[in-house]
C-alpha cells in the first residue's frame, strides 16, 4: 500500500488525531539532541487512548508502514525522530496517572505524564517516584521508559529500571500486551518487563506502566558544594566521599567551561579559571551528620566548602546544575554525550577528555553524576550538521570510556546517534542475539527502523 493509501486509512480511522500539518511534521523530525531525520514523517498521529495505538500498529502492519513512537521529544540520541515514510505516534495526550496505592507503594499511569506532574500528584500522598532526570519539567515517563532514564539521584535511589514493576505493551501487530506484576516479587518467566526498558521504541510502544513508588523522606535535606582548582581533582573528591562510606543523595560535577557557561545564563560571578565545582546533597533522618562528614572529606582535599541545611537554599544551589542544558543552548547547537565509567576511574575519564579537547582544539563542556560514574560531555557547534572534527573526538570519547571499563550511554540511549559503536561494545555474539530479540518481537521491521542497531 502507498503512502496516500496509508494515510487516508489512518485518517478513516483515527479522524482529527492525524495531523500533516508542516509545523508538526517538522517538529517530529527532531528531538533536543541536535539531530533531525532526513525528510518529514507522513503523519503525526497523537493518541488518546490504548485503542488508538492498536489501530496505528495494525495499519501499519498491514501496510509495512513504519512507526516512531515520540514522548515530549526532549530525547538527545535521535531515538524518536520520525523521517520519510513514517509515522509519528505521539503519547504525549495519553497523560492520566490512573491510580495511586499508598498500600501498595505504586501508581499505574499513562506514558506520556510529565515527571514534574506525576510528583505533584504523589506528593498529595506523602509519596514519589525517584527516577529525577534533569529534563523533569518537560520529559514524560514513557520517554524514561523508552531510554532507561537515570538522573541526579540514581546513585542513591536507582534508576528507571529499579522503578518500574511492570509494563502495558502494544506489539507490532497491535496485540496488547502485559509484562511484569503488581507485586514487589515476582520472577515467572523471563523478565521482559526489563527487556523495554531501554529497548527506546523497537519492540512494541508502551501504553501504561506500573510504577514502584517510596515513600517521601523523612528528615533534613542538606547542601554541601566544593570548590576545587580542577575538575580531577574534583573527581578524586567524590570517589573520597564514595570510600568513605557515605550515602549521598545527590553528588555532581561540573568543570570550569559548564560553570561559565551557567554562570552567564543565571548572571553569576564568572568562576575562577580552570575550577571545578562538586555539590553534595543528603537526605533523612542522618541528613545533618553526612553532610558534616563530607563537608569534612572535601575540606581535607583542599576544596573551598560551603555547608547549608536549609533545603530551599540547597534547592537553590542545585539550579546552578540543573541550568547545564538551557546554558549549552545559549552557546549554539549541542551535541549532549552520555558515557559511563567505574566510579574509580572518573578522574580518568576527565583526563581523556582534556586530553581529546587539546588533540581537535575543542572545549568539552562537561558535568557528571559523580555518584555513579555517568559524564555529559557537551560538543558545541554551530549550524544544524554535527562538524566532522566534532564525530572525531566524539568517536575518540567513546572508545575512550569503553578503554575504561565503562558504557557508551549511562541513561539517554544510543538512537541514532551513537549506533555506530554499539557492535563494538556488545560483541559480535552479543550483538547478534540482540538482533534476534529485535526480530522476534517485528518480524517486519517497522518499529523505528533504523535506530539502536546500524544496518
Do not use: W, Y
Given at each position: 500500500m502507498n503512502?496516500?493509501?496509508?494515510?487516508?486509512?489512518?485518517?478513516?480511522?483515527?479522524?482529527?488525531?492525524?495531523?500533516?500539518?508542516?509545523?508538526?511534521?517538522?517538529?517530529?523530525?527532531?528531538?533536543?539532541?541536535?539531530?533531525?531525520?532526513?525528510?518529514?514523517?507522513?503523519?503525526?498521529?497523537?493518541?488518546?487512548?490504548?485503542?488508538?495505538?492498536?489501530?496505528?500498529?495494525r495499519i501499519a502492519h498491514a501496510t509495512g508502514t513504519p512507526v516512531v513512537t515520540r514522548g515530549a521529544g526532549?530525547?538527545?540520541?535521535?531515538?524518536a525522530n520520525a523521517g520519510s515514510g513514517e509515522i509519528a505516534l505521539s503519547m504525549a495526550r495519553m497523560d492520566r496517572v490512573l491510580e495511586v496505592r499508598p498500600d501498595d507503594l505504586l501508581a499505574v499511569v499513562e506514558p506520556g505524564v510529565i515527571n514534574a506532574d506525576l510528583g505533584a500528584a504523589l506528593a498529595a500522598h506523602g509519596l514519589w517516584w525517584a527516577p529525577d532526570p534533569a529534563s523533569r519539567a518537560i520529559s514524560t515517563v514513557g520517554?524514561?521508559?523508552?531510554?532507561?532514564?537515570?538522573?541526579?539521584?540514581?546513585?542513591?535511589y536507582g534508576v528507571v529500571r529499579d522503578a518500574v514493576l511492570g509494563v502495558d505493551v502494544v506489539l507490532a501487530d497491535g496485540e496488547l500486551v502485559r509484562f511484569g506484576h503488581r507485586s514487589v516479587k515476582g520472577v515467572t518467566g523471563y523478565d521482559l518487563t526489563s527487556l523495554m526498558i531501554g529497548s527506546e521504541g523497537t519492540l512494541g510502544v508502551v501504553v501504561g506502566a506500573t510504577l514502584k513508588l517510596r515513600r517521601l523522606v523523612a528528615g533534613e535535606v542538606c547542601t554541601v558544594t566544593g570548590r576545587f582548582d580542577d575538575v580531577r581533582a574534583a573527581a578524586a573528591g567524590s570517589a573520597a566521599v564514595t570510600a568513605a562510606g557515605?550515602?549521598?543523595?545527590?553528588?555532581?560535577?561540573?568543570?570550569?567551561?559548564?560553570?561559565?557557561?551557567?554562570?552567564?545564563?543565571?548572571?553569576?560571578?564568572?568562576?575562577?579559571?580552570?575550577?571545578?565545582?562538586?555539590?553534595v546533597q543528603t537526605d533523612g533522618p542522618a541528613a545533618a551528620g553526612?553532610?558534616?562528614?563530607?563537608?569534612?572529606?572535601?575540606?581535607?582535599?583542599?576544596?573551598?566548602?560551603?555547608?547549608?541545611h536549609d533545603r530551599a537554599e540547597g534547592e537553590e544551589l542545585l539550579r546552578i546544575r540543573?541550568?547545564?542544558?538551557?546554558?549549552?543552548?545559549?552557546?549554539?547547537?549541542?551535541?549532549?554525550?552520555?558515557v559511563s565509567v567505574p566510579r574509580s576511574a572518573l578522574a580518568a575519564m576527565f583526563a581523556e577528555i582534556a586530553r581529546i579537547e587539546a588533540d581537535y582544539g575543542l572545549t568539552i563542556p562537561t558535568v557528571a553524576h559523580a555518584g555513579d560514574g555517568n559524564l555529559h560531555p557537551n560538543f558545541v557547534f554551530a549550524g544544524a550538521e554535527v562538524p566532522d572534527i566534532v564525530w572525531r573526538a566524539a568517536?575518540?570519547?567513546?572508545?575512550?570510556?569503553?578503554?575504561?571499563?565503562?558504557?557508551?550511554?549511562?541513561?539517554?540511549?544510543?538512537?541514532?546517534?551513537?549506533?555506530?559503536w554499539l557492535a563494538e561494545e556488545l560483541g559480535a555474539p552479543q550483538w547478534e542475539l540482540q538482533r534476534r530479540i529485535k526480530?522476534?518481537?517485528?518480524?517486519?521491521?517497522?518499529?523505528?527502523?533504523g535506530k539502536v542497531f546500524a544496518v
Open positions: 503512502d496516500a493509501a496509508t494515510l487516508a486509512r489512518l485518517r478513516a480511522e483515527l479522524g482529527d488525531r492525524v495531523d500533516t500539518s508542516p509545523t508538526a511534521l517538522a517538529a517530529a523530525r527532531a528531538d533536543k539532541s541536535g539531530h533531525a531525520s532526513e525528510g518529514h514523517p507522513l503523519a503525526v498521529v497523537s493518541a488518546m487512548d490504548v485503542s488508538d495505538v492498536q489501530t496505528v500498529l526532549t530525547g538527545l540520541a535521535g531515538g520517554g524514561n521508559i523508552a531510554t532507561g532514564a537515570g538522573g541526579l539521584l540514581c546513585a542513591k557515605v550515602q549521598p543523595a545527590i553528588m555532581e560535577l561540573m568543570d570550569a567551561a559548564s560553570l561559565a557557561a551557567v554562570a552567564a545564563l543565571l548572571e553569576l560571578p564568572p568562576p575562577v579559571a580552570g575550577s571545578a565545582l562538586l555539590t553526612e553532610a558534616d562528614a563530607i563537608a569534612g572529606i572535601l575540606a581535607g582535599l583542599g576544596a573551598d566548602v560551603a555547608l547549608t540543573r541550568s547545564m542544558h538551557p546554558a549549552m543552548e545559549r552557546l549554539g547547537t549541542t551535541l549532549i554525550e552520555d568517536d575518540d570519547l567513546f572508545r575512550s570510556a569503553l578503554r575504561l571499563g565503562g558504557t557508551l550511554t549511562g541513561e539517554h540511549g544510543i538512537g541514532v546517534l551513537k549506533r555506530q526480530a522476534a518481537f517485528d518480524p517486519s521491521g517497522i518499529l523505528n527502523p
